[in-house]
T-cell receptor, first 111, second 113 residues
Framework: GENVEQHPSTLSVQEGDSAVIKCTYS??????FPWYKQELGKRPQLIIDIRSNVGEKKDQRIAVTLNKTAKHFSLHITETQPEDSAVYFC??????????FGPGTRLSVLP | NAGVMQNPRHLVRRRGQEARLRCSPMKGHSHVYWYRQLPEEGLKFMVY????????ESGMPKERFSAEFPKEGPSILRIQQVVRGDSAAYFCASSPVKSDTQYFGPGTRLTVL
């Protein structure tokens, strides 16, 4: 089955710096790659996603890049703010099948 | 358009009792997913359902756990004879037909005493 790894497991950055989180996957047929943000005690919220026919997608301070050949995709957050502090999960999906989530990255943005 | 609803938000059960968790998907969504999340851990897929049909239950323990999504009413995740190890947050998510985008409910936090 699909195996999703996520690195780093924890990340601390200074406010205003950039943060990058990377996920690798094993199933080359996977074609949908979302990122979720989960604050303490809250539900996961979709922040950005990308499909396999696109290499990069950007939404204001958040971007996702996908390398299908190498089977990895990354979340980029620029100009980080304290409210960006949360746990971030990547996920992978093959069409019509279930989602497989990465183990999460705890991001701390230090003021 | 109301979001995904889950109830109860908190549920306390004693060992050996049954737990019933309910999930009402967003209007127009016919696919439901259930996940379990232990403290400080990630989301573990349990089951994927569409109305009156289980699409994938590969993540659900074979014993004591069952799920359904009837033609009318919410999806139900049922845990029989609960044990302390069942204590976790259970999230459901829903998506429309032919869409990958899933929206999560607020979760049910189950505590087994």
């Amino acid at each position: 089955g699909e195996n999703v790894e996520q690195h780093p497991s924890t990340l601390s950055v200074q406010e205003g710096d950039s943060a990058v989180i990377k996920c690798t996957y094993s199933d080359s047929a996977s074609n949908y790659f979302p990122w979720y943000k989960q604050e303490l005690g809250k539900r996961p919220q979709l922040i950005i996603d990308i499909r396999s026919n696109v290499g990069e997608k950007k939404d204001q301070r958040i971007a996702v890049t996908l390398n299908k050949t190498a089977k990895h995709f990354s979340l980029h957050i620029t100009e980080t703010q304290p409210e960006d502090s949360a746990v971030y999960f990547c996920a992978v999906r093959r069409a019509g099948q279930n989602f497989v989530f990465g183990p999460g990255t705890r991001l701390s943005v230090l003021p | 358009n109301a979001g995904v609803m889950q109830n109860p938000r908190h549920l306390v059960r004693r060992r050996g009792q049954e737990a019933r968790l309910r999930c009402s998907p967003m209007k127009g969504h016919s696919h439901v997913y259930w996940y379990r999340q232990l403290p400080e851990e990630g989301l573990k897929f349990m089951v994927y359902l569409q109305k009156e049909n289980i699409i994938d239950e590969s993540g659900m323990p074979k014993e004591r756990f069952s799920a359904e999504f009837p033609k009318e009413g919410p999806s139900i995740l049922r845990i029989q004879q609960v044990v302390r190890g069942d204590s976790a947050a259970y999230f459901c998510a829903s998506s429309p037909v032919k869409s990958d985008t899933q929206y999560f409910g607020p979760g049910t936090r189950l505590t087994v005493l």
